[in-house]
Nanobody, 116 residues
Framework: QVQLVESGGGLVQAGGSLRLSCAAS????????MGWYRQASGKQRELVAR???????NYADSVKGRFTISRDNAKNTVYLQMNSLKPEDTRVYYC??????????WGQGTQVTVSS
């Protein structure tokens, strides 16, 4: 059993910042990639940012220069620092973990709401 516990979502004004965290625990084999996705109601889930075990990162064009993903391998935790937030960033954000066997795990989701 694998658990992903997310925290850090909430309500913020446009231009503000939030930091999301996601800690993985349980029967998880060596983590390969960790990432964050987001989803608006009625829309497909989309990649926000991803970081590999080696530290390589990639970002959605819409968040480049504003969001930063990082990870603490010792704690099996991934972070998403979100700056200069915009109303269009309002989504449910999901943590994603892929282990060495390419099994995929998802967090329960955390709401981020940016008011204008």
């Amino acid at each position: 059993q694998v658990q992903l516990v997310e925290s850090g979502g909430g309500l913020v004004q446009a231009g503000g910042s939030l930091r999301l965290s996601c800690a993985a625990s349980g029967s998880i084999f060596s983590i390969n990639a960790m990432g964050w996705y987001r989803q608006a109601s009625g829309k497909q889930r989309e990649l926000v940012a991803r970081i590999t075990s080696g530290g390589s990162t990639n970002y959605a064009d819409s968040v480049k220069g504003r969001f930063t993903i990082s990870r603490d391998n010792a704690k099996n935790t991934v972070y998403l620092q979100m700056n200069s937030l915009k109303p269009e960033d309002t989504r449910v954000y999901y943590c994603n973990v892929v282990d060495r066997y390419y099994d995929v795990y998802w967090g329960q989701g955390t709401q981020v709401t940016v008011s204008s």
